[in-house]
């Protein structure tokens, strides 16, 4: 599996960002996949997650209203939209291979990640 994300910057708080993540060796209508984000000196944490074969995504409380997970399965590639930033959404950006045939939040179910992309709101 490899995940190759991109689409990171620098953007103002109230701004817009979309991230995307290349896949190869993955079947998205098998796995789900998934947005983790890590700052620094804090642990990596959960932003959303998509299932394409049921349509199904979640997001993390901090999040939800304002990112929106996606997948082009023609492409293989998984997106995420993130709008009304926040100084606080500053983090380097994982995409990662989840579990299979469900969702999950949890950073252990997921056994392969990207190199991570960054993204800084800042005015």
């Known amino acids: 599996v490899q995940l190759v994300e991109s689409g990171g910057g620098l953007a103002q708080p109230g701004g817009s960002l979309g991230l995307s993540c290349a896949a190869s060796?993955?079947?998205?209508?098998?796995?789900?996949m998934g947005w983790f984000r890590q700052a620094p000196g804090k642990e990596r944490e959960f932003v959303a997650t998509?299932?394409?074969?049921?349509?199904?995504?979640d997001y993390a409380d901090s999040v939800k209203g304002r990112f929106t997970i996606n997948t082009d399965n023609t492409k293989n590639t998984l997106y995420l939209q993130m709008n009304r930033l926040k100084p606080e959404d500053t983090a380097t950006y994982y995409c990662?291979?989840?579990?299979?045939?469900?969702?999950?939040?949890?950073?252990?179910?997921?056994?392969?990640w990207g190199q991570g992309t960054q993204v800084t709101v800042s005015s």
């Open positions: 990662g291979r989840g579990p299979c045939k469900r969702l999950s939040p949890r950073f252990d179910d997921y056994p392969d």
């Open positions: 060796g993955v079947t998205f209508s098998a796995y789900a």
């Open positions: 998509i299932y394409y074969s049921t349509y199904s995504t």
